[in-house]
């Protein structure tokens, strides 16, 4: 997957996860443009909203990343490097 492909699934994959502060959220451009970041915690994820991401990851792409591993990324532009490294 090119990066600007693995952005818009990482914002798709957030909006399927249920979480509504990824539409609105002042970064989501920049990020989408590979010139801004977002911080996990300026997105409250909850715990639903984890395992949701990561479901949606798996079925999507085949790349299985669990909760704890997803704990140990912290941002947009982290989670983007961590999947163009299994592509």
Same mark, same amino acid.
Do not use: W
């Given at each position: 997957?090119?990066?600007?492909?693995?952005?818009? %699934?990482?914002?798709? #994959? %957030? +909006?399927? #996860?249920?979480? @509504?502060?990824?539409?609105?959220?002042?970064?989501?451009?920049? %990020? $989408?443009?590979?010139?801004?970041?977002?911080?996990?915690?300026? $997105? &409250? =994820?909850?715990? *639903?909203?984890?395992? +949701? =991401?990561?479901?949606?990851? +798996?079925?999507? /792409?085949?790349? &299985?990343?669990? @909760?704890?591993? *997803?704990?140990?990324?912290?941002?947009?532009?982290? =989670?983007?490097? #961590? $999947? #163009?490294?299994? /592509?």
């Amino acid at each position: 997957m090119k990066q600007n492909n693995i952005r818009q %699934f990482i914002l798709d #994959a %957030f +909006e399927q #996860a249920s979480v @509504p502060s990824i539409r609105d959220h002042e970064g989501r451009a920049a %990020f $989408l443009d590979g010139k801004g970041d977002v911080n996990f915690d300026a $997105l &409250e =994820l909850d715990s *639903l909203a984890r395992m +949701e =991401l990561c479901i949606y990851i +798996e079925v999507n /792409t085949g790349i &299985e990343l669990t @909760p704890d591993q *997803l704990d140990k990324i912290k941002s947009l532009e982290g =989670l983007a490097s #961590a $999947l #163009a490294a299994y /592509t």
